[in-house]
Antibody, heavy 116, light 111 residues
Framework: QVLLQESGPGRVKKSETLSLTCSVS????????WSWIRQSPGKGLEWIGH???????NYNTSLESRVTISLDTSRSQVYLDLRSVTAADTAVYYC??????????WGRGILVTVSS | QSVLTQPPSLSGAPGQRVTISCTGG?????????VHWYQQLPGSAPKVLIY???NRPSGVPDRFSGSKSDTSASLAITGLQAEDEADYYC???????????FGGGTKLTVL
């Protein structure tokens, strides 16, 4: 059974860096593209970016100047860093595996609130 | 404004058939990229309902079906049930943006 579990602070101060970890079990982290997707309160889904074990990385152009997605295969973890956050970055952040262009597994999501 | 356009809301009575549309352009759906559909129940993470335009993962009832034509795609739900009340999202890839893109979502209400 594939399980993805997001973890990190539930509150980040404006202008600081949002850092999240996704712990993966039940599948090799080398197998899929690993994405982060977010959902602002009451809004739709927004793809942040993804990374493959080979280093192939792609980011949403609206966020790419502030975002880094990385992997640690030894720990089976996926990381998200989003710098210089504002209130607009308040959202539920989902870790997700992607294959053949679609999400195969989702984490439960973690709500991150940006405070002033 | 989403690259993929969905109706914001839709409703239907139990037992009815409803169709949710997803309209894109030549750089995504019309460019040959697959469309995928997700169901998000209240308070839960989304789950894949249809992948590669027409395929259902195991465990998804055959009441759900997907189709694709030109620059648009559709999700059809037959025999509507109360448990189908959820938000539905389409997703594809856009070559102009070089990005995974989602539709804005459709809130389905079962009357």
């Amino acid at each position: 059974q594939v399980l993805l579990q997001e973890s990190g602070p539930g509150r980040v101060k404006k202008s600081e860096t949002l850092s999240l970890t996704c712990s993966v079990s039940g599948v090799s982290i080398s197998r899929y593209y690993w994405s982060w997707i977010r959902q602002s309160p009451g809004k739709g889904l927004e793809w942040i970016g993804h990374r493959f074990n080979s280093g192939d990385t792609n980011y949403n152009t609206s966020l790419e100047s502030r975002v880094t997605i990385s992997l640690d295969t030894s720990r089976s973890q996926v990381y998200l860093d989003l710098r210089s956050v504002t209130a607009a970055d308040t959202a539920v952040y989902y870790c997700a595996s992607m294959n053949a262009g679609h999400v195969t597994h989702w984490g439960r999501g973690i709500l991150v609130t940006v405070s002033s | 404004q989403s690259v993929l356009t969905q109706p914001p809301s839709l409703s239907g009575a139990p037992g009815q058939r409803v169709t949710i549309s997803c309209t894109g352009g030549t750089s995504n759906i019309g460019g040959g990229y697959s469309v995928h559909w997700y169901q998000q129940l209240p308070g839960s993470a989304p789950k894949v309902l249809i992948y590669e335009s027409t395929n259902r993962p195991s465990g998804v009832p055959d009441r759900f079906s997907g189709s694709k034509s030109d620059t648009s795609a559709s999700l059809a739900i037959t025999g509507l049930q109360a448990e189908d009340e959820a938000d539905y999202y389409c997703q594809s890839y856009d070559s102009s943006l070089g990005a995974v893109v989602f539709g804005g979502g459709t809130k389905l209400t079962v009357l």
